[in-house]
């Protein structure tokens, strides 16, 4: 089991950019494939990234591709999300989960462990 903490979220006006941090504990992240999640109210939890684990390679979500960074600090057992031109419909709570399972990446169902999320508003 891995411990997750997230910071770094906020509000922001469109355009603006939001570096979102997930600290990892009890475990080494980079044996874990990582992934950030959203959920705007009313809404259901969406992926928005993953980076695999023990390598660089990411997926996206077509929403925040070409937007969004997902990368990793393996020294402070901290993943990273950079989110760049941000819209309103980025608003929502954001999710770091950790997996190391076989499952789909792309599946929430698949992450065992989440952290406690954090709020990013991106105002018009």
């Known amino acids: 089991q891995v411990q997750l903490v997230e910071s770094g979220g906020g509000s922001v006006q469109a355009g603006g950019s939001l570096r979102l941090s997930c600290a990892a504990s009890g475990r080494t992240a980079s044996t874990y494939t990582m992934g950030w999640f959203r959920q705007a109210p009313g809404k259901e939890r969406e992926f928005v990234a993953v980076?695999?684990?023990?390598?660089?390679?990411?997926y996206y979500a077509d929403s925040v591709k070409g937007r969004f960074t997902i990368d990793r600090d393996n020294a402070k057992n901290t993943v990273y999300l950079q989110m760049n031109s941000l819209k309103p419909e980025d608003t929502a709570v954001y999710y770091c989960a950790a997996k190391n399972n076989l499952g789909s990446i792309f599946s929430g169902s698949e992450y065992a462990d989440w952290g406690q999320g954090t709020q990013v508003t991106v105002s018009s």
């Open positions: 980076l695999i684990r023990s390598t660089t390679r990411s």
